[in-house]
C-alpha cells in the first residue's frame, strides 16, 4: 500500500492504516490485529489462528477475490462476520 499506483489505490501506507485505526478506536473495547500476505497459504492459516481470538474480519483480498475459492471457504468455514473492503478509488 502506498506505493503501487497511489492515484488509484492511495498513498496511505499500511502502517499510516493501521495508526489511524489504532487511534479512532481508543476508548472503545476494540482491538485489531493486522495481518498483510501475498501468499494464500498464510492469510488462510492466519484466518484460522485467529478465529478463537477475532469477532469480526475485515479483508482486503484484492484479486483473492476472483481467483481464491480457498480464502472463500475459510471465511466460511470460522463463521466471522466479515466485511470485504477494495481500496481503489476508481
Known sequence: ????EPEIYGP????ELMMWLETSQQGSNHSFKFFQSNHEGEIIDTIHDER???TGILI?????THYSYAIRDAIS?????TVEVHLSDL
Open 77 to 81: 468455514a470460522v463463521e466471522i462476520p
Open 12 to 15: 496511505e501506507t499500511l502502517e
Open 1 to 4: 500500500m502506498g506505493t503501487r
Open 60 to 64: 482486503n483480498p484484492a484479486a483473492f
Open 52 to 54: 478463537h481470538w477475532a
